[in-house]
């Protein structure tokens, strides 16, 4: 059972980058998912979270720029980073809450998940 994140790169500020995260070895349909971020020498912090059914939460610092989806038929979800900004840098992980099933609870902190992808780093140069 695993989550396999891709899709980071280095952007210019004001750039674009979808990330994905494939689930594979158990369906992840029925659990919330998320992004979580860690940038050098700062806590693993969450960036947007989706239920099951599909409704979203973003953390203050991403509302309007980000946004986070999923694809139940292919086990997926991703992260759309638009109008990207240095700050933005980080190593992006995507998670799933085992505990969330058919949950309409946002859990936002990163203790609440249980299966992690291995990180895809995103930098952002200004």
């Known amino acids: 059972v695993q989550l396999r994140a891709s899709g980071g790169g280095v952007v210019q500020a004001g750039g674009s980058l979808r990330l994905s995260c494939a689930g594979s070895g158990r369906t992840f349909s029925t659990y919330a998912m998320a992004w979580f971020r860690q940038a050098p020498g700062k806590e693993r912090s969450l960036v947007a979270t989706?239920?099951?059914?599909?409704?979203?939460y973003y953390t203050d610092s991403v509302k309007g720029r980000f946004t986070i989806s999923r694809d139940s038929a292919k086990n997926t979800v991703y992260l759309q980073m638009n109008s990207l900004k240095p700050e933005d840098t980080a190593v992006y992980f995507c998670a799933a809450a085992t505990r969330s099933r058919y949950s309409a609870t946002f859990y936002v902190r990163a203790s609440d998940y249980d299966y992690w992808g291995q990180g895809t780093q995103v930098t952002v140069s200004s």
């Open positions: 989706i239920t099951w059914s599909e409704s979203t």
